[in-house]
């Protein structure tokens, strides 16, 4: 398992943008598929966006595709999560997750590490 670490969520306001980060422990971290989801006091955990190993290929849940963009740096095992015109129904606890495999997914249950989250509150 790689062990992850997420920062750079806070309060703002509706309109506002945010940068996440997702620190790696592991050089391999550059063969991962990687994604990120949220989840909303109250609701099952939902997925937001992935990114493929090499960076080629991105998804984005509909809710935030065209203010969500996810990004990785190989060489210093990280991924972004920049998040412009954020809306209320934004906030949430945010997780950054791995995988073996050099792909996303959209699945919870296919990534096996996971961060502790960050929260992140839009307020209107």
């Known amino acids: 398992q790689v062990q992850l670490v997420e920062s750079g969520g806070g309060l703002v306001q509706a309109g506002g943008s945010l940068r996440l980060s997702c620190a790696a422990s592991?050089?391999?971290?550059?063969?991962?598929?990687t994604g990120w989801f949220r989840q909303a006091p109250g609701k099952e955990r939902e997925f937001v966006g992935y990114?493929?190993?090499?960076?080629?290929?991105?998804d984005y849940a509909d809710s935030v595709k065209g203010r969500f963009a996810i990004s990785r740096d190989n060489a210093k095992n990280t991924i972004n999560l920049q998040m412009n015109s954020l809306k209320p129904e934004d906030t949430a606890i945010y997780y950054c997750?791995?995988?073996?495999?050099?792909?996303?997914?959209?699945?919870?249950?296919?990534?096996?590490?996971w961060g502790q989250g960050t929260q992140v509150a839009v307020s209107s």
């Open positions: 592991k050089g391999i971290f550059s063969v991962y598929g």
């Open positions: 997750a791995a995988r073996k495999v050099p792909y996303g997914s959209r699945t919870v249950a296919d990534f096996g590490s």
């Open positions: 990114i493929s190993w090499s960076g080629s290929s991105t």
